[in-house]
Every structure is written in structure tokens, then in C-alpha cells.
T-cell receptor
């Protein structure tokens, strides 16, 4: 059965710290992995990764995919309180469905 | 705002009543997906529709739940005879066409939080 597992489930750090969120997947005919940030409402798209070893960056956020070991990480450097959110990872196989992880709840303390 | 629009944002229903959740996709998008999210859990796929056609409803309970996406107007997720276990956030997402072809990200609405009392 296809599955996506995220770790840790929750994380509390102080402003300025760097965090690494993990996502491992087992998906038939894997095509892509997506990261979303969810605050109190809609998940907002962060990254889509399809190739191993190519880092995607957006400001203080970056992500990379390892298709051999079947995982991805999301890094956030110099964290700010506005980074507090649930970070969701989803993997897509050969059909249209996304398989979602349970999310990592990140809390940034001032 | 050309984003995915869902309404209502919050919906309270008593057990046994009906709940109707609406979703208008982004402009130019013809495919709609409904997801359910329970507290502390990820998103669970329910149903995938295009205009006037249900593509996949494998994630939707067989009883009490139905969905439609008419030629004109928003997509509707309908829950009949609601029970407490239906309390959740229901998210709608849209994409321009079959994602299996273009592999594009989904764009989500802000969700409807259903509370069954």
C-alpha cells in the first residue's frame, strides 16, 4: 500500500534556529513529491520535486529529493515566528492521486 | 481573487441534518478534488471530478456522501444525515486538467470546517 511518513510529528524551536523536516515515501511508479505549508486554512504550495539531488530554494526554505533512498527533506534556516505551521508532504504516483503524510507541526518560539 | 473559493467557511449542523459544501475552482480549471482532514491528520482523498463527470469517488463513503460538478456553477459535496464523525475540515482543490498528464501542483481553497453537534 502506498504511504508517506513524515517526521517529526511536531517540533518546537526558537527563532533563528534551523530546522529539517523529513518525508519518506513508498509510492508505486513515483512521479513527484510536493511540500505544502498549512497555517489555519488552505495548504499553500511550496515545492515540487521530481529529480534526485537537485535542491529547490525559495528564500530561507529549501528542499531536496533522494529517489534512491525514497525520502525528501525540507530545510528552513533562520526561522521566524511566521514559519509556524503544519508542513505537509505528498507523493504522486502514476495516477492523479496524491498520497499525503500526516504533517509536521512546527512551532517557532520568539 | 481568482483562487479556489469555498463556502461556507464554517458550517454547524445537528446530527441527521444535511450539509452542503461548495467549491468554485480557479478560473480556467476544469478539475476539482475534495479532501477531508481530521485534526492532527493529513489530507484524505475523497473524490475527483471534472465538469459533469465523476472521475474517481473511491475515497468517498458509499452512503450519505455525494458530489457533483455541474456544467454551470460550483462543485457541491453533499453529506446527508450527518453524524458526529463527519466533523472535519473539507478542502477543495483544482487543477487545469488531468494532473496525470501535466503533473502540476494542486491549488487549495481555504476549506469548510464542518461541526456536527
Amino acid at each position: 500500500e502506498d504511504k508517506v511518513v513524515q517526521s517529526p510529528l511536531s517540533l518546537v524551536v526558537h527563532e533563528g534556529d534551523t530546522v529539517t523536516l523529513n518525508c519518506s515515501y513508498e509510492v508505486t511508479n513515483f512521479r513527484s513529491l510536493l511540500w505544502y505549508k498549512q497555517e489555519k486554512k488552505a495548504p499553500t504550495f511550496l515545492f515540487m520535486l521530481t529529480s534526485s539531488g537537485i535542491e529547490k530554494k525559495s528564500g530561507r526554505l529549501s528542499s531536496i529529493l533522494d529517489k534512491k533512498e525514497l525520502f525528501s527533506i525540507l530545510n528552513i534556516t533562520a526561522t521566524q515566528t511566521g514559519d509556524s505551521a503544519v508542513y505537509l508532504c505528498a507523493a504522486r504516483g502514476s495516477n492523479y492521486q496524491l498520497i499525503w503524510g500526516a504533517g509536521t507541526k512546527l512551532i517557532i518560539k520568539p | 481573487n481568482a483562487g479556489v473559493m469555498q463556502n461556507p467557511r464554517h458550517l454547524v449542523r445537528r446530527r441527521g441534518q444535511e450539509a452542503r459544501l461548495r467549491c468554485s475552482p480557479m478560473k480556467g480549471h476544469s478539475h476539482v478534488y475534495w479532501y477531508r482532514q481530521l485534526p492532527e491528520e493529513g489530507l484524505k482523498f475523497m473524490v475527483y471530478l471534472q465538469k459533469e463527470n465523476i472521475i474517481d469517488e473511491s475515497g468517498m463513503p458509499k452512503e450519505r456522501f455525494s458530489a457533483e460538478f455541474p456544467k454551470e456553477g460550483p462543485s457541491i459535496l453533499r453529506i446527508q444525515q450527518v453524524v458526529r464523525g463527519d466533523s472535519a475540515a473539507y478542502f477543495c482543490a483544482s487543477s487545469p486538467r488531468d494532473r496525470a498528464i501535466n503533473n502540476s501542483p494542486l491549488h487549495f481553497g481555504n476549506g469548510t470546517r464542518l461541526t456536527v453537534t
